[in-house]
């Protein structure tokens, strides 16, 4: 009775074993991270860099967690597991074990403990972690591949050339967009500057002030050096008070600007700055003596 009892215990024992290695071999790579939850650290007492090195000993193509990852890799997240080293409760003795998940956080292995009696902390985890190690090592792990995870390579690519896709069509539509709303502004504005009626210039040297004190806002220092200074979407100009006479905002014309607060333009006319407004329904131009 009981040579059959242990011959079931061995049985069970061999099936789980030849189970395992047979889940792993379909897994190309193994993902180590750089800490351990039971560490305060990165890669502390060179645990995790040690954990990588046992890996790749016992066959496993094995990553630093964040490090450069294969092209197959980055379009298959699927081919690698990701491991983990897990530390047992124990009053004299360190004992740690070693988890591997697959894409979906499903536990594919689970190692036997491995344990130290060492008091100081960096000798006693790298003695556990290399006996709990063994347990790998016994699997005799070797890569091959499994349609059914690297089938999922081509599904993935499809999807995230669909969104790829997706994403270029809206960003396509964007700029279409922009592009029609700056042309519909620009249009807007050559029509003011084009349908200027026939002008009233007035003589540089002389400054008018208008009865209604300028209905409009315009303001005529025509004697005095105008000095632009650049604020958002325009400029101030500033007499030498320095007081502010005029604030322009920026169109999408060149050396075109809009009076805050007024119906005038100035714009640039040859190598002259000229202000334009209206005054009792009579357009009239008047030269600026701007330094930018």
Do not use: H
Not at 146 to 158: A, D, F, M, R, V
């Amino acid at each position: 009775m009981k040579t059959n009892f242990f011959s079931v215990i061995i049985v069970c024992f061999m099936v789980t074993t030849v189970f395992s290695q047979s889940n792993l071999n379909d897994y190309k790579y193994v993902i180590v991270p750089n800490k351990f939850d039971f560490l305060k650290q990165k890669d502390q007492y060179q645990l995790n860099s040690l954990a990588q090195f046992l890996f790749k000993k016992y066959g496993f193509e094995a990553l630093m967690e964040g490090g450069k990852y294969p092209e197959d890799l980055i379009r298959n997240r699927c081919l690698a597991l990701r491991s983990d080293v897990v530390k047992e409760s124990g009053m004299f003795k360190t004992k740690l074990s070693i988890e591997l998940k697959d894409c979906n956080d499903q536990l594919i292995y689970s190692s036997k403990l491995g344990e130290s009696r060492e008091k100081d902390y960096s000798r006693a985890y790298n003695e556990a972690l290399r006996n709990t190690f063994k347990s790998i090592e016994a699997l005799n792990y070797k890569y091959k591949p499994n349609e059914n995870i690297t089938g999922l390579q081509t599904q993935s690519s499809e999807a995230r050339n669909e969104v790829t896709q997706e994403i270029e069509q809206l960003k396509q539509e964007i700029q279409n967009l922009k592009k029609e709303k700056e042309a519909e502004v620009a249009v807007n504005a050559q029509k003011v500057v084009e349908s200027k009626p026939k002008v009233e210039v007035v003589p540089v040297p002389t400054i008018k002030k208008e009865v209604n004190n300028m209905e409009t806002g315009v303001k005529e220092v025509l004697s005095k050096v105008l000095y632009a200074q650049e604020i958002e979407n325009g400029f101030q100009l500033v007499d030498s008070s320095p007081k502010v006479v005029y604030r322009i905002k920026q169109t999408k014309l060149d050396n075109i600007f809009l009076v805050e607060n007024t119906s005038a333009i100035i714009y640039k006319k040859e190598d002259r700055w000229v202000i334009e407004y209206y005054s009792n329904n009579v357009l009239k131009q008047e030269e600026l003596n701007i330094k930018f």
